[in-house]
C-alpha cells in the first residue's frame, strides 16, 4: 500500500510539472506570435469587433485520466524493481 502512494504521488508530481512546462511553452509561442490589435482602425467598423474573448484551453478529461493511470503504474514498477534490488 505504502508503494502505490509513493507512485501515485509520483505521478501527481510528473504531471504538474509536466503541464507546468507545456502552458510555459505555449505562452511564450504565443506572446512572440501576437500582433498587437489596431483597435483604433477598427472601431470604425463596429461589425468587425468581438463580443466574446475565449481564454486558456483545456485538456480531455479521458487523455488526463489515461496518462495518470499510465504514469502511476510505470513508477510503481520503478518503485518495485528498486525495492527488488535494495532487497537482494
Not at 504565443?30 to 463580443?51: C, G, M, W
Not at 481564454?55 to 489515461?66: D, R, T
Amino acid at each position: 500500500m505504502r508503494l502505490l502512494i509513493k507512485s501515485v504521488i509520483c505521478s501527481i508530481v510528473i504531471h504538474v510539472v509536466v503541464i507546468a512546462i507545456v502552458i510555459a511553452i505555449i505562452q511564450l509561442f504565443h506572446r512572440k506570435n501576437t500582433i498587437p490589435p489596431d483597435i483604433s482602425a477598427r472601431y470604425e467598423n463596429v461589425e468587425i469587433l468581438q463580443s466574446e474573448v475565449a481564454f486558456g484551453f483545456s485538456f480531455s478529461p479521458m487523455i488526463i485520466c489515461l496518462s495518470f493511470t499510465l504514469i502511476s503504474f510505470l513508477s510503481w514498477l520503478v518503485f518495485k524493481m528498486l525495492q527488488n534490488s535494495n532487497v537482494a
